[in-house]
């Protein structure tokens, strides 16, 4: 089955430097990868999505990146500020066939000190 | 971008009753939404899948005589915890899926409910 696997350790960078957080995953051929931003008692919230064909993407200090072949994604924010605090998650999408499966990684927490 | 808003945000209720949420996309229509529920600092979970005019899918484990899930419009899906118990204490997230354009569909999330069972 799908695996999608997130760094269950907290992030902790010093405000002003580039947070870089990793998501894998097994099991799966994703024809788009999204991340998402969730807070303490919310819900999530989109941030970007990223194709098969795209290597990069970029959104304000966002990056996203996926290799297809490694089946990773990397989710950059650069100028890191504490507002930044929060939980990301990973979700691969759209396997070839149509199905839709809508999992999530389990997410890594980001922790911006000022 | 798209909204969806889900209520109450807040529910307390004892032991034996039965809660229900709403689920509403406000400007956009969803054939789909799915309904998750999150323990405190773990992932979330896929409870079902539901689809406009059709009965819910649920994933294994999850009773779906105990999650009753109604998807009676575009806009609007209910999930109703059925004779609630303390373990059924949670935070459960509807979101609805929307297809952003042809390179892909977006889910957008409710705030979420939760749901403490006394």
């Known amino acids: 089955s799908q695996k999608i696997e997130q760094n269950s350790e907290a992030l902790n960078i010093q405000e002003g430097k580039t947070a870089t957080l990793t998501c894998n995953y097994t099991?799966?051929?994703?024809?788009?990868l999204q991340w998402y931003r969730q807070d303490p008692g919310r819900g999530p919230v989109f941030l970007l999505l990223?194709?098969?064909?795209?290597k990069e993407k970029r959104k304000e200090r966002l990056k996203v990146t996926f290799d297809t072949t490694l089946k990773q994604s990397l989710f950059h924010i650069t100028a890191s500020q504490p507002a930044d605090s929060a939980t990301y998650l990973c979700?691969?999408?759209?396997?070839?066939?149509?199905?839709?499966?809508?999992?999530f990684g389990r997410g890594t927490s980001l922790i911006v000190h000022p | 971008g798209a909204v969806v808003s889900q209520h109450p945000s807040r529910v307390i209720c004892k032991s034996g009753t039965s809660v229900k949420i709403e689920c509403r996309s406000l400007?956009?229509?969803?054939?789909?939404m799915f309904w998750y529920r999150q323990f405190p600092k773990q992932s979330l979970m896929l409870m079902a899948t539901?689809?406009?005019?059709?009965?819910?899918?649920?994933e294994q484990g999850v009773e779906k005589d105990k999650f009753l899930i109604n998807h009676a419009s575009l806009t609007l899906s209910t999930l109703t915890v059925t004779s609630a118990h303390p373990e059924d204490s949670s935070f459960y997230i509807c979101?609805?899926?929307?297809?952003?354009?042809?390179?892909?569909?977006?889910?957008?999330f409710g705030p979420g409910t939760r749901l403490t069972v006394l």
């Open positions: 979101s609805a899926r929307h297809r952003v354009d042809r390179g892909g569909d977006t889910q957008y």
């Open positions: 099991n799966y051929s994703p024809a788009y």
């Open positions: 990223i194709r098969e064909n795209e």
């Open positions: 979700a691969p999408r759209g396997a070839s066939g149509g199905s839709y499966i809508p999992t």
């Open positions: 400007d956009f229509q969803a054939t789909t």
């Open positions: 539901s689809n406009e005019g059709s009965k819910a899918t649920y």
